[in-house]
């Protein structure tokens, strides 16, 4: 027997040196969190968000209260407002016409309008008018000021001339700045209205100011345009006398080159002005065409008289002598042309009116001679009349042409005369409507609404702020929440454990007190008691912790065994074959629950029936004789430095089927105790008269004993304490057993809070009647026997 086992420590030895290759393969060399693409889980957030509540429920209470008290402690503050309407931007000096034209105001206009209702001389005109500057609300000095308060306790205040009642330079700035914060210019689109909106604490201070920045800034309007009016009058007045003094001195020289040069020309208002020469030469040219016309008229009739025949004269031409005989020498000539017929020419009334008629036709004859001479008379004394005339004409000529040549300079001198009488007369005109428009005080602003003191705060709105403080509250603690869970590098569920090292989480042992009903507050309270009862009493003796045992009747918990029935379940169904019989227990660091988990799962198997050897092998911190209530003499130690056999120190439990083998005295070298061949004989032997051998053994980071331990057995089950241990330090301690070749069965999470891990409280769902019975050793052989037949 000796030898056998003599030779299976050498093979196991050799095949630790070489197993560095399957080691690597076996653990990865690092864990990626890797994030697959999948849909958002809302319960898991739902959970985190439980699981965080109390950092969401601080980040809320801190800021809700922040804004709470801000709220509570700001003073109300009023809002006043004035209607203004901006209407047509006219001229600096409008006409009258202008005055009553409607048209639209350009954009250009009103944001300059806008402009000035902010500017700092507008405010430091109703800062002055209403000494606001005396006033608390405006000068009293910021909180974070404090060369304000200096200057004020020693004394030294400046007067400035340029501002009434101003204590210096920088308070009067300051309440410049207040007054420019506070004040609000908020045009109305598509329209020319604009609201003037002031805020203080006062509402009939904030009212004050509102109608005293719309009055002051329809006078300032007044004022410049006035004042541009009156500077325009003061230089048409101006202009004016020079333009008139110019206007008399070209006349003059107009005059007087007239009269030195014999020019005299007829003005008319409605014509311009006329040369006397040319009106002269005008009419002798008229005079000579009638001249010719009548000579033309009498060279004919002259020419009818040369030719000797009268009686081809015109009828205008015989007078009524000639007309009188002509009638009776007709009548004559027909009574001798009636007598003819009757008697011959010797008859004596025939010779008689022969006679007549001879007479009067020697009478026609000599009366039209006479007025042949009269048209010869006439045609001579027409020709001596257009002679007359045509002279008269060529020497009117000459004396234009010489009146020509100096009427050029005439008429430049004439229109210098004409342009500066123009000018004066606009000049005369505009000053006449500047006047006109100063005594109109014409203004393109008017006040539609005035302001009134305001009987409600605009703010603090407390349904607003609270409201708000609440949603960014509760936002910030979402935030603050995620980013906690975010940060938190600790091992946290099974999902952690599969998706992270490729291992089953085969236990969940829940926490207690928060199964018992407790809450987050309630377990914090219930840890720090604990801690506080594992401090030495004033006897100086430290007093038993509170372990947990399934197998007390006093103390169970039933969720709490129903998960160390789920532990003992998974371990039997861990391997294909058949279960593991040798089990080493051990954690990453102390106080994970190592010993308390391999007690309870030693009580759960030996509750099957079977027999089961729990051996405490962390030397270094031994707790398994504190946890069932004895005190140790004899124990493992002995049994590794030669002192006794392993029989003779091995204790029974008090529980049926379950042995303790406690550790005994703490030995200075406990590594070397383990790596003995003795430990391995030990556990070889134990195999052989137990179905399972369970060892305690101490933390895996930073010691060695449990790597020694782990090649001696057919399991490892690693006990991590759940959302407390960092994944690195999990991952490290995994990476210790498989450097040594140990099998890993599992993890089993320990303290789960089932509240906020998403897990449900199963053991009324598990248990037939709800008390935590334990499962018959029938029901576990089956799965057993189920799991070896796949």
């Known amino acids: 027997m000796k030898e056998h086992d003599k030779l299976e420590m050498n093979e196991r030895s050799r095949s630790n040196g070489n197993a560095g290759e399957s080691r690597i393969v076996k653990f990865a060399d690092s864990y990626e969190i890797l994030e697959p693409q999948e849909a958002p889980d809302f319960r898991g957030y739902a959970r985190i968000l439980r699981k965080r509540f109390p950092t969401v429920l601080i980040v809320f209470s801190i800021l809700f209260s922040i804004a709470l008290i801000a709220t509570l402690k700001q003073k109300p503050v009023y809002r006043a407002q004035v209607l203004l309407e901006i209407q047509k931007e006219n001229p600096d000096i409008p006409t009258i016409q202008e005055l009553y034209e409607l048209d639209s105001v350009s954009d250009a206009y009103l944001r300059s309008q806008y402009t000035i209702l902010a500017s700092e001389s507008l405010a430091r005109s109703v800062i002055d008018q209403l000494r606001l500057d005396t006033i608390g609300e405006f000068n009293a000095p910021e909180w974070w000021s404090w060369r304000w308060h200096k200057k004020k306790n020693t004394g030294g205040s400046q007067v400035f001339a340029a501002g009434p009642a101003r204590a210096d330079r920088e308070v009067y700035q300051q309440v410049l700045d207040r007054f420019e914060s506070r004040l609000q210019i908020d045009p109305i689109n598509r329209s020319r209205l604009v609201n003037i909106q002031f805020d203080s604490h006062d509402p009939a201070l904030a009212a004050r100011v509102a109608n005293s920045l719309a009055e002051n800034y329809i006078e300032q309007n007044l004022q410049a345009r006035w004042t541009a009016t009156q500077k325009a009058a003061d230089w048409l007045s101006q202009q004016l006398s020079g333009v008139k003094a110019r206007l008399e001195k070209s006349e003059e020289h107009l005059q007087d080159y007239a009269r030195r040069n014999d020019l005299v020309f007829l003005e008319s208002d409605k014509e311009p002005s006329r040369n006397v020469e040319n009106e002269q030469v005008q009419q002798l040219q008229e005079e000579l065409t009638k001249a010719e016309a009548q000579r033309y008229e009498k060279e004919a009739l002259y020419r009818v008289v040369e030719s000797g025949d009268y009686e081809h004269l015109p009828g205008e031409f015989e007078s009524k002598v000639i007309q009188d005989l002509t009638e009776r020498l007709a009548e004559l000539k027909r009574e001798h042309a009636k007598l003819s017929t009757?008697?011959?020419?010797?008859?004596?009334?025939?010779?008689?009116?022969?006679?007549?008629?001879?007479?009067?036709?020697?009478?026609?004859?000599?009366?039209?001679?006479?007025?042949?001479?009269?048209?010869?008379?006439?045609?001579?004394?027409a020709v001596g009349r257009e002679n007359l005339v045509r002279d008269a004409l060529h020497q009117e000529q000459k004396q234009l042409n010489q009146v020509a040549a100096r009427a050029v300079q005439y008429n430049i001198l004439k229109r210098e005369v004409d342009t500066n009488k123009q000018l004066y007369e606009g000049l005369l005109q505009r000053l006449k409507e500047a006047s006109v428009s100063a005594s109109l005080k014409a203004s393109n602003i008017r006040i539609v609404d005035a302001a009134e003191p305001p009987t409600n705060p605009v703010t603090p709105k407390i349904p607003l702020n609270l409201g708000v403080a609440a949603i960014f509250g509760l936002g910030l603690g979402f935030c603050a929440a995620f980013l906690q869970e975010r940060l938190d590098d600790t091992l946290k569920g099974t999902e952690d454990v599969e998706r992270l090292f490729g291992l089953s989480a085969v236990g969940l042992i829940p926490a207690v007190p928060q199964l018992n009903g407790n809450h987050h507050s309630v377990s914090k309270l219930l840890e720090h008691a604990k801690v506080l009862s594992r401090k030495e009493n004033g006897n100086g003796r430290k007093p038993a912790l509170a372990w947990h045992r399934i197998d007390e009747e006093a103390k169970q918990n039933p969720a709490l065994a129903e998960a160390f029935r789920s532990l003992r379940t998974s371990i039997l169904l861990s391997t294909a074959d058949h279960p593991p019989s040798s089990l080493l227990v051990t954690s990453t660091q102390p106080g994970e629950g190592k010993t308390t988990i391999a007690t309870n799962l030693s009580i759960a198997l030996a509750q099957l029936g079977q027999r089961v050897l729990l051996v405490d092998a962390d030397l270094r911190s031994p707790s398994l004789h504190r946890l069932f209530g004895v005190r140790e003499n004899l124990g493992l130690v002995n049994y590794l430095t030669g002192h006794q056999d392993w029989h003779t120190v091995v204790r029974p439990s008090g529980c049926h089927g379950l042995d303790l083998l406690f550790c005994g005295p703490i030995p200075p070298n406990p590594s070397e105790l383990l790596s003995s061949r003795s430990?391995?004989?030990?556990?070889?032997?134990?195999?052989?008269?137990?179905?399972?051998?369970?060892?305690?053994?101490a933390p895996m980071l930073a010691l060695a004993d449990s790597r020694i331990l782990a090649t001696l057995v057919s399991g490892v089950l690693l006990v991590v304490k759940n959302a407390m241990i960092p994944r690195e330090q999990v991952k490290q301690a995994l990476f210790g057993i498989h450097s040594v070749g140990a099998n890993v069965i599992g993890v089993a999470l320990n303290r789960v809070d089932l509240h906020t891990n998403g897990y449900f409280d199963y053991h009324s769902d598990y248990l037939p009647d709800g008390k935590g019975s334990p499962k018959s050793l029938l029901e576990v052989d089956s799965q057993v026997t189920l799991q070896k037949q796949r």
């Not at 006679?355 to 009269?374: C, F, L, T, V």
């Not at 430990?679 to 305690?696: H, K, N």
């Open 342 to 381: 009757t008697f011959n020419a010797d008859y004596p009334r025939v010779k008689e009116i022969q006679s007549q008629i001879d007479e009067i036709a020697a009478a026609i004859q000599e009366q039209r001679k006479d007025a042949a001479s009269q048209i010869n008379s006439d045609y001579f004394a």
């Open 679 to 697: 430990m391995g004989e030990l556990i070889r032997s134990a195999r052989e008269q137990y179905q399972f051998v369970i060892l305690d053994s």
